[in-house]
């Protein structure tokens, strides 16, 4: 019997094989489109997945304006922080926000999903939200995923 082959292969930075995808959010769920982009992020999608490596792709989502949410969340989910001050504390509502930026809406559902650790941070950087139908990375030829 060969031992080597009941070998467990680990990728590394050297070994992943890292895509660029595109996801449009047009007419998505914020959080059921939010956690399949944290998954391609980690990489749990690939047969290499491993735990302490970003082997996860680059993930664009276009189209972050349209995304919606299902009930009364638009006002009556809060995401409270705090500024380090006494009676330092925010809160805000999707609406409110949507109204800055609807990427931030998208970023934040998708930062929540990730580990909170250096790795996590790492993997939130592979990720670009943008507003329109556009983006400025044709060049990296990314392929169109449908969730």
């Known amino acids: 019997m060969d031992t080597l082959s ?3 292969i680990s990728a590394n930075d050297a ?3 890292k895509q660029w995808v595109v996801v449009d959010a ?6 059921r489109l939010a956690s399949e982009v944290a998954r391609i992020l980690r990489g749990k999608n690939k047969p290499n997945f ?3 490596v970003d082997c996860g792709d680059n993930v664009i989502v276009i189209n972050a304006d349209k ?8 006002d009556e989910k809060v995401y409270v922080r705090h500024t380090g001050y006494p ?3 925010r809160i805000s509502t999707p609406r409110l926000l949507k109204q800055k930026s609807s990427a931030i809406l998208v970023e934040k559902a998708v930062r929540g999903m990730l580990p909170k650790n250096r790795l996590g941070r790492k993997m939130y950087g592979n990720l670009y939200v943008y507003e329109g139908a556009e983006h400025p990375h044709e060049a990296q030829q990314p392929k169109t995923i449908t969730l």
């Open 87 to 89: 009676g330092g504390q």
């Open 50 to 52: 491993t735990p302490h």
């Open 67 to 74: 995304v919606r949410l299902t009930g009364k969340k638009w």
């Open 15 to 17: 070994t992943v094989d």
């Open 26 to 31: 047009q007419a998505a769920v914020l959080g």
């Open 6 to 8: 009941y070998k467990t």
